[in-house]
Structures are given as C-alpha cells and as structure tokens.
C-alpha cells in the first residue's frame, strides 16, 4: 500500500511570494490533516478535512492560508502572501475513516519550506 | 484543553544502554496518548498508542510504554538502545469524544553513542 504523498519535498522562496503544497493520501483515507512544524517544535495541525468538507480549521490563518480538497481525494494548501515566519515543514496526514480520536494518522514526508 | 510535556528536548545514551523519554499530559477528560518517532527527512511514524485497557502498551522495534494515570505520565522506554534508535521522538495527545485532534510535545532528540 503506498503511503501519504506529498510535494514539492523542498522550497525556497521571497517573503511576499505565494506558494502552493500538494498531498495525495493513502487510497481510500477519508480524513486529512495539514501540520505545520516550525524548527524545535511539534506539529500543530492547520486544518481537518472530511471527505471534501472541512472538520476543524480553527488555527489556520486564513488571511495567508487556504487549502482544499476538492473531490475528496488530493489536498492542497495554499499561502499567499509568504512571510518569514512561515518557514517550516508542512505535513500531510490521513486516516482511514472518520478522524475518530483512536486511529492511527499516516504522515507524509514533509514539504520543507524555507521564506527568505 | 489538552497538552503534553516532554521533559529534555536532547537525550543521550550508549549502545545497548536503556531508553527513557520522559511525557507528562494534562487533560481534562481521559486523554488517549501515541507516541510518534521522526527521521531525518521523513515524516512521523506511529511507535505506540494508549487508548483504552491495559495500561503497558508495547510498540514497534522494542519500545513500550506505560500510563499512569496518577502520576499524568505516559513515558517512552526501551531496555536496549540500537544506533538505529537515533531519531526525535513525539508524544502527543487526543482528547476522548470528539474528532481526532493531536496535539504534540516539542519533541526530544535521542542520540546514540558507540
């Protein structure tokens, strides 16, 4: 069974700029995540989708972040503008099915994202 | 709301010698815990979980790990350490009746010494 895809692995861009992450989940995973893993920190989740709808958004700043999974199968995340602090690795993560508190999330490598 | 504490955020041990990463969690309701391992470059894996019943949980390559209820602890321990062993490692909690939602420490970095 392949495992959670994410790219591109590695970015580089200028503050300002807008950049764009890519996810597909392990086949059949009704639940995604987006984390963002700031250096010397444990991941924090972004954003919760459902199938295409969203569970739980609550700590995605949404004047520079946005994300969707359209079809309820790939996700992407979106920021526009990138400021300095974004610098930070961006996981992807799926469940199979309802996101329920007992099951095991399967992470993606990362996509590491440095904003000069 | 729910969170968990990793005590030292760089531990060292020698080949072959015992592992011990400290978790402390504060929850409001019984918290379900997972301990998480990290390689460089990779993303997370999942070495254990505790979610309900018996209260020593064995994991993936030879690491367990115990809850204690009455201490809010929830440490990760291996009697052997392998170099292979060498990676960060996350504990992390959810919280009991609702949609899952981990919220990680801040990680501890295991170095293994010849």
């Known amino acids: 069974e392949a495992g959670v895809a994410q790219s591109p692995r590695y970015k580089i861009i200028e503050k300002r700029q807008s950049v764009a992450f890519w996810c597909n989940p392990i086949s059949g995973h009704a639940t995604l995540y987006w984390y963002q893993q700031i250096l010397g920190q444990g991941p924090k989740l972004l954003i919760q989708f459902q199938n295409n709808g969203v569970v739980d958004d609550s700590q995605l700043p949404k004047d520079r972040f946005s994300a969707e999974r359209l079809k309820g199968v790939d996700s992407t995340l979106k920021i526009q503008p990138a400021k300095l602090e974004d610098s930070a690795v961006y996981l992807c993560a799926s469940t199979r099915n309802r996101g329920g508190n007992q099951e095991t999330q399967y992470f993606g490598p990362g996509t590491r994202l440095l904003v000069l | 709301a729910q969170s968990v504490t990793q005590l030292g955020s760089h531990v060292s041990v020698s080949e072959g010698a015992l592992v011990l990463l400290r978790c402390n969690y504060s929850?409001?309701?019984?918290?379900?815990l997972f301990w998480y391992v990290q390689y460089p470059n990779q993303g997370l894996q999942l070495l254990l979980k505790?979610?309900?019943?018996?209260?020593l949980v064995k994991g993936i390559n030879g690491f367990e790990a115990e809850f204690k209820k009455s201490e809010t602890s929830f440490h990760l321990t291996k009697p052997s350490a392998h170099m292979s062993d060498a990676a960060e490692y996350f504990c992390?909690?959810?919280?009991?009746?609702?949609?899952?939602?981990?919220?990680f420490g801040t990680g501890t970095r295991l170095q293994v010494t010849l």
């Open positions: 929850s409001s309701v019984p918290p379900y």
């Open positions: 992390a909690v959810s919280r009991t009746g609702t949609a899952s939602k981990l919220t």
């Open positions: 505790y979610t309900t019943g018996a209260t």
